[in-house]
């Protein structure tokens, strides 16, 4: 498939078919914990990245095909509420199954009526509000110089009056970015005005962008959804990913045994998209199978050992 990758098991959603809504890494924001690396096209105009037919098409196969899924998720390798034909996409996916369709953003353009009206469409969707002042969330998200989050917030505060659609709010904490008692403050205040259904807390566990981008214990996390009133879905042992789809860790292993490679890397020489294979590099990290380190502004995985 072209623009639809899995299912994929997913933390919060179950079994995750997801559907790649741009290119890889046109993105507004070039977060410094982005496990899919630095943003190549920092953008905030929409456009039809990927056509709605092209998609439309192969989740008619998949359904026709007798697979099943527990969501279908627009998602991918970018932002994409930057794909102009989100709406339609949403649309006709709703004329084609029961599945339910979430929408994972960065809400950057949520601001926008038109795509809050769209995103008013999708079952749930799942935002992201790392911070909620300016200094703080150009340090860590480092956004597209037209985006405030102030905007942000009221964007968020808007659809949440006017659409039925779950809100399920993610905050990425990192430490001695986001995590100090002033942030956290700021924080809730935008929650309470937001009034999300959930509040999601999450920190780094899988390889980030930047080696400064470091994870919360899990003791802090817990602190932190008391002051939030939130629940934690960081897993620091996560084994879900073991033996999904077999062959595909031992494929990679294979590959890094060869050279070291990049998350694109691998998904070029595999086949595999660049989503699925966060996973199984992050399995295989916990393992002590492979190890990453940056080069050039780039993080490079190799075998060091195992399996």
């Not at 809504?21 to 456009?47: H, N, W």
């Amino acid at each position: 498939m072209k623009y639809l990758f899995g299912p994929v098991p997913s933390r919060r959603l179950g079994s995750s078919l997801g559907v790649d809504m741009v290119p890889p890494k046109v993105c507004s924001f070039d977060c410094i914990y982005c496990q899919l690396g630095r943003t190549t096209e920092k953008i905030v105009d929409r456009k039809e990245y990927v056509p709605v037919s092209g998609v439309l098409s192969e989740i008619k196969d998949f359904v026709e095909s007798g697979q099943e899924c527990d969501y279908i998720t627009l998602s991918g390798s970018g932002e994409p509420t930057l794909n102009s034909g989100m709406g339609e996409i949403i649309k006709g996916i709703k004329s084609l199954t029961v599945n339910p369709v979430a929408v994972l953003t960065n809400a950057s353009l949520i601001t926008d009526s038109k795509v809050r009206e769209e995103l008013g469409l999708a079952d749930l969707i799942v935002p992201s509000l790392d911070a909620a002042t300016q200094l703080v969330f150009e340090k860590l998200n480092r956004p597209h110089p037209r985006i405030k989050v102030e905007d942000i917030i009221v964007g968020l505060t808007n659809f949440t009056r006017s659409f039925e659609t779950k809100v399920w709010l993610e905050v990425m904490l990192v430490e001695g970015i986001n995590d100090a008692a002033s942030e956290l403050s700021e924080l809730r205040h935008a929650i309470e005005a937001i009034r999300p259904d959930k509040v999601q807390l999450n920190t780094v566990v899988r390889p980030p962008a930047e080696e400064y981008a470091r994870p919360l214990t899990q003791k802090r996390l817990d602190d932190i959804a008391g002051i939030l009133d939130a629940e934690v879905i960081a897993d620091f042992s996560r084994r879900d990913v073991k033996a999904y789809k077999g062959g595909r860790e031992e494929l990679i292993v294979n590959l890094l045994k060869r050279r070291p490679c990049t998350i694109s890397d691998i998904s070029s020489a595999l086949g595999f998209h660049e989503n699925e294979v966060v996973k199984y590099v992050e399995v295989l990290g916990r393992e002590g199978v492979i190890a990453g380190s940056i080069t050039g502004n780039k993080k490079y995985f190799r075998y060091v050992g195992g399996l």
